[in-house]
């Protein structure tokens, strides 16, 4: 069983930066990829960026060019860097890990970090 614990959230203001770590511990058979989600209050969990382990990243439209996501293969961490931070950026962050990409592969979410952007 993996845990995943994120740490980094806070207030910031409009145009601010903020850095999201994530380190996976326990028992983890294999980090196929790590990624991470937000949710704002009323709001479903949306997707935001999501790095392979060999490397490959992807991002969510609207923070493309703003964040960047990037791991720590020795430490078994992932990072979101968060610049240019705009109030909708508001909301609770998670990281999810996955094992694999079939559908069956384990996945682990972390309890979240809270991020505010005032204006």
């Known amino acids: 069983q993996a845990q995943l614990v994120e740490s980094g959230g806070g207030l910031v203001q409009v145009g601010g930066s903020l850095r999201l770590s994530c380190a996976a511990s326990?028992?983890?058979?294999?980090?196929?990829?790590m990624a991470w989600y937000r949710q704002a209050p009323g709001k479903e969990r949306e997707w935001v960026a999501r790095i392979e382990w060999r490397g490959r990243t992807e991002y969510a439209v609207s923070v493309k060019g703003r964040f960047t996501i990037s791991r720590d293969s020795a430490e078994n961490t992932a990072f979101l860097q968060m610049n240019s931070l705009k109030s909708e950026d508001t909301g609770v962050y998670y990281c999810?890990?996955?094992?694999?990409?079939?559908?069956?592969?384990?996945?682990?979410w972390g309890q979240g970090t809270q991020v505010a952007v005032s204006s």
């Open positions: 999810k890990l996955e094992t694999g990409v079939a559908i069956e592969s384990p996945r682990y």
């Open positions: 326990g028992t983890i058979s294999r980090i196929f990829a």
